[in-house]
Every structure is written in C-alpha cells, then in structure tokens.
C-alpha cells in the first residue's frame, strides 16, 4: 500500500508516528510546504526568544517514512488516477491520500494589509524579527490566544506594541467579559497597549489607522484575526468541504473519497474545525489506525484550554453560560473565577479562570456532574480541598489531551499493578501532554490506595535522603558497596549521581578519585559544562562578583588564545564556551597559575553568592555586602548537595543583588542581617522567606551552615531548596536549625567545619595529576585529533557553534 | 530513514579487525571516544570487564558525546545513557530503550592480546544514510 500525506506539520508528524510504530509495511511519502521538517508549532513563540539559530521546535525524527519531500507543495489531486501532483512537477500516485494541509492565517482586505505579517510558520516569524530591527512600534490585529501571543513577541523584539481586537474584550472566544477585564490588567501591567470594541480602517505607511479615526505608529503590523481552513485541494477536485470552510470528514477521517483522509486543522469533523492540537494528534492517530485496519473514531474533543500566556494563567472549560454562575473577583491581584451551574446549583457546566487556574485541573472533570461541594466552597477554598481522587466518577475524562478517563487509570492500578505515576503515564498516556492533570493522577493514585514509591530508581528502594543517611551511619564511602549491600544491577544515570554527591557531601575527595569518577554525570566528569555541540564552558570562580583588573585581563587572554566564546553569567562571573576536552587542562592550567580556581559551575554545588556593592562605596550602603558575600562563598565553595545552590547579598533594603530570589538570600539592615531561605528564579520562582533578623556575622554563618547542612541530609534529589522549605515548612525548620529541637546542630555544625577544613580546588587537583589526566582526550586512540564534528561559525564577532545536523533522511 | 536489514554477520574468521587501543586504556565503567577509519565510534568497559563499541553520535541531539554517557544496568541489560538528554541505550544492541525508534549503530569488539580491535565493517545498525 502506498500512502501520501499532503502536509507535513504536527497533524502529519503524529499520523506517520503512528502509522510507523504500529508496524506499517507499505511506502509513506510525505510532501511538506515549508523548507523544514515537522516542528512544534504551538511552541512557535519561542523561536523568537532566543538568538535565531538557538530554539530547536523540530520534533523528533520518525524512521520509517519512504521519502520527505521538503519545501515542495500538493498542488492537485487527481481523484480517477489516484496521484497528487506538485509545485515541483512531481506526480506521485497513491493508495490512499491524507491531507494534513493545516489551516492559513486569515488576512482581512483592507487597504495597506499587503504589508502586514502574519503569524504561523517559523519563516512568518524570521520576517518578522528582521522587520522589527531598527523598529520602535507594533500594531497586532486581534486580540485573541494568538494576537496575544504575537504581541507579547513583538514586545520581546523591543517595540511599543498595541493590541487591537474587535471583540468587548481580549480573547472572546475563552473569556467573558469579566474574565477580559481582569486579563486587560494584566496585559497592561506589562506594557502593552489594548484597544476593544474597535475595528481596523487601514494601514498606512507608518501607522495604523482604526475605525474610530485612531492613529497608532506602526513600523511592524501583524495579522492575528482568525485562521481558515486549508481545504483548497479538497474543494478543487470536488471533496466536500463545509459552508464556512473544512474538508468533510466521517468519524473514521475519512473524506467523500473513500481513498482520502483529512485531519488536523483542516478537517470538518462532526461539524467543527478544532483550532487546537490535541484534537489534531486525536484524528491523526484515528486515520492511522484506520488505515491499519483498526475500529477506532473521533468522536470531538474538549477543547478546554488551560495556558499560560504572557505569564497569566488563562483557562476554560465547559460551557460558558449557564443559569447560574458563581464568580470571585480580585481585580487587585489580578484573579477572576467564574463557575457555571445547573439551576439547582448542583451540576457543574463549566468555567472560567484567569490569573490562577487550580480550579481548571480538579474541576473540568466534574463537567456535567453533581458537586460534592456547594460552588463557592470550590471556588473559595480551592478546589483541591473540596476535591479528592475519590470524588471523580469512573467515566469523568481526566486528561483531556489523551481522553483518558478516572476509571481508566484505576484500571491501571488494579490490572496493570501500576504503582506511581510514570507508571500511568508510561500505560495509559494520561499526563503526556500538557501535564495539568497531573496532581489530579497523583490524587487518584492515592485515592486508590497505592502508596507513592519513594524508590530513588530500579537499583535503589530507598529514597536519597535515607541513602544519605545509611551512607553516613554505616560509613559506607564507595558505590560498589552501597550498591551491593543495599541495592541491586550496576546502577544508572539517577542514581549514581545522586550517591556521587552525598559521598562528596560527606567528604569523600576528588570527585574523580578511582571509582567516584564512574559515578559523575559529564559535566561532573570533565568538570565543565556540556553544550549542545558537544563543547564545554569553564566558569573560574569569582567570589563575590569582585575581581581584579589583571585578573579580568588573565580570563581575556584565556579566551582569545583559545578562541573562546564569552558571556558574562547572571552570577557576575564570565563563562568562556567552546572548549574541547582536550583544551581542558591546557585552558585551566593557565587560569590555576594566574590564581583563578573552579567555579563549581557544573556541579550540583554552591554556585556563586552575588552581592551589590555595599557600604564601601555606595551611599545607601549599611553593610559590607562584598565581603559577606566573599566570605561566603569561599566557606561553601564546593559543596555537594542536592542541587545547585545559589545566594546573594544585599547592603542595604533597596536590594540590588536580588537576595530573595536565591537559595539563601542575605539583605542588610542596621543592626546586622537579614536571612532568607528558599527562594528561586527560574521555571517557578518563588522569593525566599524571612527566617531570622538582625543577626551578627557569626550567627548568621552559623545558621546558614545548618541551614545548607540540613538540605543536604534531606532533601530529595534534585530538589531545590524552595520546594524542600515549602515541604518541611519554615516553622519545622526554625524549630530543628535554630531551637535545635532534634539536637543535630552539633552535627550539622561539625559536619561543615569538616567541609570548610576538607575544601581544595578540584581543577588544580585534577592538572597536578596524570591519572586524572587521562581523561582529556578527543579520542582514545588519536588524542590531540580534535573532534572533526565540532565546527563554528562567527556571529557578533564571537563563535558560535554551527548546529549539529540530526538528520532524518 | 529506512531501516536497513541487520547484515547478515560474517563468519568470525571473515571479519576485519581493526586495532583501536590498549584494553588498559579504558576506564572501568566509563567510555572512551575512538576514531577508528574516519568513523567516531563510543568504547564502554563494563564493570565485569566487558567492552561494547558503539556508534558516538546521539541521535537525538547529533552531538558526538555517547562515550560520555553513564555506564550502568537496566534489569540485566548493560546500557548506557546520552550526555545531553538522557535517554538510555543498550550496548548489546544499541537499541534506544525509552524510545525504540531510534538506536546507534553496534560494532563488534575483542579484546586481543590487551588490545581492543572493532570490526568496523560489520555495523548492526540502522542505517542514518
Ligand atoms: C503561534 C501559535 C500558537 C499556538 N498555540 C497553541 C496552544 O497553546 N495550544 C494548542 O492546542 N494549539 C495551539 N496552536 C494551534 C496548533 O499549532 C495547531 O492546532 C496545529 O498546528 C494544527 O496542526 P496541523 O498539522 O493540522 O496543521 P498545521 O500546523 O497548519 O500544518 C500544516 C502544514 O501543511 C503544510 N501545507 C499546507 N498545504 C499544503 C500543500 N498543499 N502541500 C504541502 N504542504 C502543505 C503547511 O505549510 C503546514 O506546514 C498554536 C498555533 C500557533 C500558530
């Protein structure tokens, strides 16, 4: 059988996953209009956020698939002869023929719009960065999920930009008017200009004129009003197609041609043309496993959304109208909730939520059900507390993504023997996708009765922090030891890290003394940082951000003479990229004689502890806040520990070093300073909490030391000290570090003077010692043969790697 | 991509061995890159002394890097896993165990006289040509 799908975005990509994974023996040729392979579109945003060349959307390549034809388009489908053929004058017959065409932006006709962008292909979105360098203003048409989106980039590419929608408020279509108004806040917090209620007239040279007579300076305008189904093929060779657009499709995918599919965004299916990819992933997979023969259909999709966008949770579920509604409204913190009811109150119809969305995960599947709380209490005391895994009933859809339902999942625990959630995820794709339900699954584990295994990995069934402890109790000091008396196999990439770490927490040496060095991750093993090309960067510590004229002059010379990239880290140091393994030692052995040592940058370890410039020269000043923060980091510099650890110190209220972002936080006050603990930049930053004041230097290193020495021993792997404070809780913490209410002070005091006393340069240590060295070489067999792959290129005066092809033939 | 049929293996006599390194080069539980006839190939001392070759290439990021990875088991199966993204691979058949679309080319390895010699001809692979 041959097969010939036209279109090749993310509707095509799953179809060919599919179809290939599940055993496929015929020929699949894919034919795609743009220049690239399949890539994730709903993450298009991103390819702005980086330098161009940085953000990879491809998605993963699919063995199996005959041919790809790159940058060429379907043109006509012959319907008696079954071929397509193409731009490129290619005739490919069929067996059966998918179209995956996707949906195009839709542009209004108005004069001037011939200048416009729009905003849907990785080429849209390169126009648009080159248009906008140079540019101060931005206009984006259409204030819906993706006007949204595209204004917040163009914002990021530096323009002033406005918003113009149509509609009474931003995005109609998931949000009532309420719900708008308290997004408009939002939007607006952020700098962007919004205009509702008022259409586009046209667009000028420089501007954008509205219909209300409104003039906006416009250097960049782009489209985001709608998109239109792609269905030209279809209506040319006489499928039929919808009155408002969409190729007609049964719940098999199937066209008017029996021998064609149609899915994803240009299909009609049951009436309506999903704008959404879960849907699209949906028919993608119903049409494979159809033409494999199975009996499977599409049968709709919630279409629910949840989103983060621009930063704001926005979501929706169900209906949004109803006879009764409940709504809370903080327009202060920006927080709208609206549930709608039955007119008993008691079934749930659906929801609105902006700016928290916890309603979202533990209420949308309760759509159409009784509530076993009045609307209020799940509004107001969160639904998580009205809610458990027990209250859902069999058939509630959990995951909206994968349509996977409770009784599903349950099925999973008592038939399957599932016992955590990888497990359900891995049986039923539950929590693959978006991952919102996630809490929900881990709500119905529970509810089931399985206790969470707290099995660090297949070879351990212990937890890291009671690994932490029988390495300490037993004085156990290798891993062939650990392994053997209390764990099963060789080990893996989870857990040999982690045993890593706690023996060089407890003082076990030089991360690459005889077996340990089996035992480090990559960076840990070359004591650099792996980039994507397979380079390093070396990161020399800086304590404190402070740093000598000849020292800087040192780091510069380094750098040009081995052609190194440079950026100055967030830290305040300077991370030099683009090393090879074999430049390692050489690159160090010049940074250890001019007095540099490591920066521990690759490890799970103290990282740096920033500082404003404090008392000595500023005129707020109230403390030395470089010294402190010297001070510092020279007692934890290379301190193994969970995770990274990052600190800072401020001299003063006004906060220049932004303390309360990081692990350990220090802000000076007139009598001494402040501590605060667990806070973190980062995917879900959190500002650290208060733990003590006014403190001397000699109280507050010994709390911070008990403090660092207390995660250390009780942490999870990988996790960070925000999510271990919110765990244990601040007042446990003050009780067990300052009351000494377990009595382990004394321990954990010891145990960093240990630390403090034990401290050496690890990369000194590894240049003054051949066995060591040994490891630094490109090849065993040719070591001073650099790696031939590794190639760059120069941008901004600068190398930069030139991208690894992965190639998908 | 098309996946290419494993090459029948030639008989042990008929096979090409090429010399790469001293056994004692290799460190336990550790890989080493080699650069045997142009190709970039990822040695592995396992921890009971065995040694695997396997393509250095990791499919899913391009990079060269899969003698970096860290040696371990899953169930009874030596494996290792990529640098950059962790996906785990068998060293026997260089199969991806999270995600067995994708694999590295195996070569097979001796240790002679102290000295490991690859076939580098005899590729159970997927073909990436
Ligand atoms: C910026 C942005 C953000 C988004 N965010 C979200 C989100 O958060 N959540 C969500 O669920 N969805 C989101 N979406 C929507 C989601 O991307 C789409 O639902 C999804 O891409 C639809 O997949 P598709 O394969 O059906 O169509 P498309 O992605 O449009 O792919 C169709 C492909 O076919 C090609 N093609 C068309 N005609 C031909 C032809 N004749 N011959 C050959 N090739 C052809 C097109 O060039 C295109 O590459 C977003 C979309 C955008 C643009």
Redesign the interface.
Do not use: W
């Given at each position: 059988m041959k097969i010939v799908v036209a279109g090749y975005g993310p509707a095509a990509h799953r179809f060919a996953d599919t179809l290939?994974?599940r055993g496929f023996a015929g020929t699949l040729t894919v034919i795609g209009e743009e220049p690239r392979h399949a890539y994730d579109r709903v993450a298009l945003t991103s390819h702005l956020s980086g330098p161009p060349g940085t953000v990879d959307l491809t998605y993963?390549?699919?063995?199996?698939?005959?041919a790809i034809r790159l940058g060429d388009r379907v043109t006509a489908i012959d319907r008696a002869g079954r071929a397509v053929t193409t731009a490129a004058g290619h005739r490919e017959p069929y067996d059966v023929l998918v179209l995956a065409t996707g949906s195009a932006p839709f542009v209004p006709p108005v004069p001037g719009a011939g200048r416009a962008f729009v905003y849907r292909t990785i080429d849209d979105l390169d126009a648009i960065r080159a248009a906008s360098a140079g540019a101060t203003s931005g206009v984006v048409i259409g204030g819906g999920l993706l006007g949204l989106e595209a204004a917040d980039a163009l914002r990021g590419l530096g323009l002033a930009t406005h918003v113009v929608e149509m509609a009474g408020w931003l995005m109609p279509r998931q949000v009532d008017e309420g719900g708008g108004a308290v997004l408009r806040g939002h939007i607006e917090r952020l700098g962007l200009t919004v205009h509702t209620g008022v259409g586009l007239d046209r667009i000028e040279d420089d501007r954008v004129v509205l219909a209300d007579g409104t003039e906006i300076p416009a250097d960049v305008v782009v489209f985001s009003a709608g998109v239109r189904p792609r269905d030209e093929l279809a209506r040319e060779c006489g499928l039929a197609v919808g009155p408002r657009g969409g190729v007609v499709v049964d719940e098999g995918m199937r066209t008017s041609d029996p021998a064609i599919y149609a899915i994803g965004e240009c299909a009609l299916a049951g009436g309506a043309v999903y704008g959404l990819v879960a849907p699209c992933f949906t028919m993608a997979e119903v049409a494979a496993r159809r033409v494999l023969g199975e009996d499977v259909a599409f049968t709709g999709a919630d279409t629910s959304t949840k989103l983060k966008l621009l930063g704001v949770d926005v979501a929706s579920f169900g209906r949004l109208s109803g006879a009764l509604d409940v709504t809370y409204m903080d327009p202060v913190g920006g927080v709208y909730k609206k549930l709608f009811v039955s007119d008993d109150a008691r079934t749930l119809l659906g929801g609105i939520c902006v700016g928290d969305a916890t309603p979202y995960t533990m209420l949308r599947p309760l759509v159409g059900r009784e509530l076993t709380a009045s609307p209020s209490d799940l509004l107001f005391a969160g639904a998580g507390a009205a809610m458990t895994g027990a209250d859902f009933p069999d058939d509630a859809q959990v995951c909206s993504c994968n349509n996977v339902t409770r009784g599903e999942i349950g099925k999973a625990v008592s038939d399957l023997g599932v016992t955590d959630v990888a497990g359900v995820k891995k049986c039923t794709r539950a929590g693959t996708s978006c991952g919102s339900c996630v809490p929900t699954l881990a709500a119905i584990l529970a509810a089931e009765g399985v206790t969470l295994s707290k099995a660090l990995c297949?070879?351990f069934d212990h937890s890291r922090p009671e690994l932490f402890d029988i390495v300490r109790v037993r004085g156990i000091t290798t891993f062939s030891q650990l392994i053997a008396e209390h764990g099963r196999?060789?080990?893996?990439?989870i857990?040999?890290?982690v045993i890593a770490s706690i023996l060089a927490s407890l003082g076990g040496g030089h991360v690459l003394e005889g077996?340990q060095?089996?035992?480090?991750?990559?960076n840990d093993?070359?004591l650099a940082n792996?980039q994507?090309?397979?380079t390093y960067s070396v990161v020399p510590r800086i304590p404190g951000g402070e740093i000598t004229p000849e020292k800087l002059i040192v780091i510069g010379e380094v750098a040009r003479d081995f052609g190194l990239y440079t950026k100055i880290t967030g830290g305040q140091r300077i991370d030099l990229f683009g090393a090879r393994v074999e430049q390692l030692p050489k690159i160090w052995r010049r940074l250890v004689d001019a007095g540099f040592e490591s920066g521990h940058a690759y490890g799970k370890a103290l990282r740096t502890v920033k500082s404003c410039v404090g008392s000595t020269w500023c005129r707020y000043g109230v403390q030395d806040s470089v010294g402190m923060a010297i001070a510092l980091e020279l007692r934890y510099r290379g301190l193994r520990s969970p995770h990274k650890i990052k600190s800072a110190v401020s001299g003063c209220a006004r906060e220049c070093a932004e303390a309360r972002s990081k692990d350990f936080g220090i802000i000076a006050t007139d009598n001494g300073w402040n501590l605060y603990v667990g806070g973190n930049g980062g995917f879900k930053p959190r500002h650290a909490d208060l733990l003590a004041s006014d403190l001397s230097d000699e109280a507050l290193v010994r709390t911070i030391d008990r403090f660092l020495m207390f995660y250390i021993r009780t942490a999870d792997r990988l996790q960070r000290t925000a999510a271990w404070v919110e765990g244990i809780g601040l007042d446990y913490l003050r009780e067990v570090i300052i009351d000494d209410s377990l009595g382990i002070c004394a321990d954990l005091d010891e145990a960093m003077a240990r630390h403090v006393e034990g401290y050496f340069d690890e990369w000194r240590a590894t240049i003054d010692d051949p066995d060591k060295m040994?490891?630094f070489?490109?090849?065993?067999?040719?070591p001073d043969?650099p790696?031939p792959?590794i190639v760059f290129e120069t941008e901004r005066d600068q190398i930069k790697p030139v991208?690894?092809?992965?190639?998908?033939? | 991509?098309?996946?290419a049929p494993h090459a029948p293996a030639p008989p042990a006599a008929a096979r090409t061995w090429t010399r790469?390194?001293a056994y004692a080069?290799?460190?336990?539980?550790?890989g080493?890159?080699?650069?045997?006839l142009g190709r970039?190939i990822a040695?592995f001392r396992?921890?009971d002394g065995e040694v695997f070759a396997v393509g250095n290439?990791d499919?899913?990021?391009?990079?060269?890097?899969m003698s970096?990875?860290?040696?371990?088991?899953?169930?009874a199966e030596?494996?290792v896993?990529a640098?950059?993204h962790?996906q785990?691979f068998s060293l026997v058949t260089g199969v991806c165990l999270d995600?067995p679309?994708?694999a590295l080319p195996v070569y097979p390895v001796r240790v002679a006289g102290g000295v490991v010699e690859i076939d580098i001809a005899t590729a159970g692979e997927?073909s990436?040509?």
């Open positions: 290939t994974g993963p390549e699919i063995t199996g698939i005959g297949e070879h196999g060789r080990g893996c990439d857990c040999k890290p077996e060095a089996a035992l480090q991750d990559t093993h070359f792996i994507k090309n397979g040994r490891r070489v490109s090849f065993v067999n040719a043969v790696d792959s991208l690894v092809e992965v190639s998908r033939s | 991509m098309t996946l790469v390194c080069d290799l460190l336990p539980e550790r080493a890159a080699a650069l045997v970039q040695l396992t921890f290439r499919p899913f990021s391009g990079a060269y890097v970096r990875g860290i040696v371990g088991s899953r169930g030596p494996v896993a640098p950059m962790k785990v995600d679309m994708a997927v990436a040509a």
